[in-house]
């Protein structure tokens, strides 16, 4: 599949769901959000954080050898160690937001499982739905660190989860475009997936919104 097909592909799909338009994420920006609604967000985020490698590991194994297999493998390999684990970075502005332990709501069960089935699926399903998330990524997570240091006060490694991000997602969303190109057939193998996980991405952020504590006049 031609790249400038994958890329009009997903820039349709995403029109109307792109990450930061969503309110919770502008709010986020304008530092409106109540550093509680942080700490939910972190809870419930981190269970996707915690599935992802094995979505990329899935993934990697039904491949065969070749440049997408080595692709995705090198994907998983920066989630578990470069420059840490991902997990332990997320932790660490979850630590910094105050985030509790939280078992899955709704929107965040729907999300890890839309994943999980992707990977079930085939590596084709599985990887439409993370370039889905990861093309958006970078500016996501630039936005994010910079909220963070504006408005939160939270440096260092509370945010340092998100400018690692705001990095190597650029080249973590150009692998899973190269990978996608190398191994769908076409565009209908790519949309259902990416189309699938868009929207269970703005459902999350909606959660997260209809969440928001509704603030008293005086």
Same mark, same amino acid.
């Given at each position: ?33 109540? !550093? $509680?609604?942080? #700490?939910? *967000?972190?809870? /419930?985020?981190?269970?996707?954080? @915690?599935?992802?490698? +094995?979505? &990329? ?69 599985? !990887? $439409?739905?993370? #370039?889905? *998330?990861?093309? /958006?990524?970078?500016?996501?997570? @630039?936005?994010?660190? +910079?909220? &963070? ?70």
């Amino acid at each position: 599949m031609l790249r400038t097909d994958l890329d009009n592909l997903l820039d349709d799909i995403l029109s109307s769901r792109r990450l930061l338009a969503h309110p919770f994420y502008r709010r986020w920006e304008a530092g409106t959000l109540e !550093l $509680s609604e942080l #700490a939910s *967000y972190a809870a /419930q985020y981190r269970h996707f954080e @915690a599935a992802l490698p +094995d979505v &990329l590991e899935y993934a990697a194994a039904a491949l065969p050898e070749g440049r997408a297999r080595t692709l995705v493998e090198a994907n998983l390999r920066d989630e578990r160690a470069v420059p840490a684990p991902h997990l332990d970075l997320f932790d660490a502005f979850a630590d910094a937001v105050g985030a509790p332990y939280a078992e899955m709501t709704p929107a965040t069960r729907a999300l890890v499982e839309l994943y999980t089935s992707m990977a079930d699926v085939s590596p084709v399903a599985a !990887l $439409s739905a993370v #370039a889905a *998330y990861e093309v /958006q990524a970078p500016t996501v997570a @630039a936005s994010k660190a +910079d909220g &963070l240091r504006l408005r939160y006060g939270i440096d260092d490694d509370g945010a340092r989860f998100w400018d690692v991000h705001a990095g190597v997602d650029e080249l973590h969303g150009e692998w899973m475009l190269e990978a996608l190109g190398l191994i769908a057939d076409g565009p209908d193998d790519v949309a259902g997936p990416a189309t699938s996980a868009a929207e269970a991405w703005w459902a999350f952020l909606d959660e997260r919104e209809a969440a928001a504590p509704v603030l008293s006049g005086c």
